[in-house]
Structure formats: C-alpha cells, structure tokens
C-alpha cells in the first residue's frame, strides 16, 4: 500500500527564509555581545515558576548557565541580566531591527494567514467558550502587529491596544493604525480592573521577573477576565533533544516553563488555570532540520533519524501529532482566568 504524502501547511523555511537567516545571526551574535558585556553584574534569582532555590546546572549555552529547577522542572538563565540592561538590550537590538525591516516583511502574508487569523480564532474561541466578550483586549508585546491588526479588522473587540516596548516595532504597529503603548507592562498605564482579555504570544520568556509581570496583569484585568499566552515549553521537543542547536534556547530567553510549572505560576498570583496545552506545528520539522544541516548525526539517535528523515512522509505528520497532544510540543498555549 502506497504511504501517504506529509501534508504540512508550512515549514520552518516559510517563516524564517533561509536566505535571509544567515545575515540574521550576524545582528543575534552582535545582541549577545551587547548583553554579555554586562555579565559581571547579572543577577542570581530563584525559580521563576516556583520560588524554590533549589536547581543544577542543565548546560551551557552563549557562556550562560541554564538551570533546571529541583522542584517544577523550569529551565531558567541563573544569573541572568538586571531590568535596566534588558531594557538597554531590547532599545538597541540589532537583531529585533532586522527581523521588522527583513524577515517579518519578507513572511508577513504567510504569517498573517497560517499564523496571526487562526491566533485570532482561537482566542475568539476560547473566550466564547468561557463566556467572555471583551470590550477592552490588550496584546503585551504586539511586535510587528499582525495580531492586533486582525482582531481590529474583525471587529471581535471595541478597545485593541497594542503595547510594545521595542521603539521600532511600535512605530510599525503605528503604522498599521493601532493604538500603541510604548512600554513595558511593568510600565503600562492601565486603570485598574479595566481589561477584559489581555493575550502575550512569546514574552514572558524574556522577562527577568515573570512573576511581577502576572502580578501586574492581575490589577489590570477584571475579575473573571482572561490571560492568554503563549511561549515556549523547556519541556519540549527541540529543547530537551538538542538544546545546543534548538533555536528556542537563544541569550534572550530567560524562562522556559514547563505545562505543570506554567500552572504554578499563575496560581501564585490568584488566577485559575483552564488549560495548559502544546499545538505546535513545526518541531519535527525543526529537529529533521538539525539532521539535515549536520547538527545532529545519525548515530546521535538512530531512532529519531528514522522518523524524522528516513520516513518523514509516511511519519511527519503523524509524529508531530505525537507531540502536539501529549504536551511536548515546543510551544504551549496557557488559558488563565482572574479569580
């Protein structure tokens, strides 16, 4: 019986173009430069996810320490860069300029289609299914502003405010039309209680301090009010077979919680979790690459090989299945509701 063709509706090659990635890790070595300069005033902290001090040493990666949290399981930088030289970090970024002005530019319609309408369904779906019908919707770090762009163009809520710290990707949201707020949401100007549904795709990653960040969500929202993010699982594919190669274990992600840790954090900080999941699309896409530029070899692991080059057709889709319903995808979704 003739197997059946992989199917995929995109690969990594359509949303990161390899002819522009190489030039792109000239401006991501000269970010690492920048905030490694500083690295004799980093600063220890504890668990992100759980508080507990307890951890080892997982690897090293860009000359930083990734531990392993004794308790939760989160993957964190310890020590890791203070808030004012992050802010210093994201001002400057060469990498963060490139991406607006290539990468994003050269994707933008395939991500808006297969990536940032479907975001925007599925944030429609959930709060339909939790009852919720936003007047106020916040997205904290809108980035090139696809997302709010959508959900204003669909009319799903009154009040869209995008806020984005990075000065050239708030100009690029201006650019669409969108109220902006330039800063942090550390720094956001929010009256209390006055957000509905405030969503944040692929940023607490990067916060020194997720904890606080959660916390000020907590006095924006309302009661009964949603948080939806997205970011990336330590516990999953790319990151536990090859955190040296996976592009998710870069200098600018400080933490990589894990399905169990993500509810921990949330309900530290009064919130319900609804539902923790990992629909990710592309990690076997991502590990086959590892094999197919040479960073991982066969012998590494047979097995793998076999799947993911072997018989990637007849397996692909289906592997990738696998790990998309048994929560070890890469990226993972958190639906959290204000008690």
């Known amino acids: 019986m003739a ?39 980093y600063v ?24 392993d949290c004794s308790d939760c399981g989160t993957l964190y930088i310890n020590p890791r860069p203070s808030p004012e030289h992050l802010e210093q970090f994201y001002k400057q970024s060469k990498n963060y300029e490139y991406w607006n002005t290539h990468i994003f530019p050269a994707s933008s319609e395939l991500r808006r289609e297969r990536i940032f309408k479907p975001r925007v369904q599925k944030v429609k779906e959930i709060c339909a299914d939790l009852g919720i019908k936003p007047q106020t919707l916040v997205e904290v770090g809108a980035g090139f502003g696809l997302f709010c762009d959508e959900v204003q163009k669909d009319g799903f809520a009154a009040n869209v405010v995008a806020v984005e710290p990075t000065p050239s990707l708030a100009e690029t949201c201006r650019g669409r039309g969108l109220n902006v707020m330039e800063s942090t949401i550390e720094k956001a100007t929010f009256a209390p209680e006055s957000v509905d549904v405030l969503c944040s795709f692929e940023v607490i990653e990067h916060l020194f301090n997720p904890g606080a960040f959660i916390e000020q969500c907590s ?13 990336p699982n330590g516990k999953g594919f790319d990151v536990v077979v090859s955190p040296q190669h996976s592009g998710t274990v870069d200098v600018e992600h400080l933490n990589y919680f894990n399905p169990a840790s993500m509810e921990l954090l949330f309900n530290r900080y009064g919130f319900d979790v609804i539902n923790v999941e990992t629909p990710g699309k592309l990690d076997a896409d991502i590990v086959r690459n590892m094999f197919l530029q040479g960073n991982l070899k066969k012998q ?12 990637w057709d007849a397996c692909g889709d289906s592997f990738q299945a696998f790990l998309a319903n048994n929560k070890l995808s890469s990226h993972m979704w958190t639906v959290a509701r204000k008690k």
Not at 44 to 67: E, I, M, Q, R, W
């Open 300 to 311: 590494d692991n047979p097995f793998l090989h076999q799947i993911l080059v072997e018989n």
């Open 3 to 41: 197997q059946p063709q992989r199917s995929a509706l995109f690969n990594e090659n359509d949303i990161r173009p390899e002819n522009l990635m190489t030039e792109q890790e000239k401006h991501m070595l000269a970010d690492i430069d920048f905030i490694l300069q500083f690295k004799d005033q």
């Open 219 to 231: 006095r924006f929202i309302k009661p009964g009010g949603l948080v939806i993010l997205s970011n």
């Open 44 to 67: 220890a902290v504890a668990c992100p996810a759980c508080g507990s001090t307890k951890s080892h040493t997982a690897f090293n990666k860009y000359s930083l320490d990734y531990k």
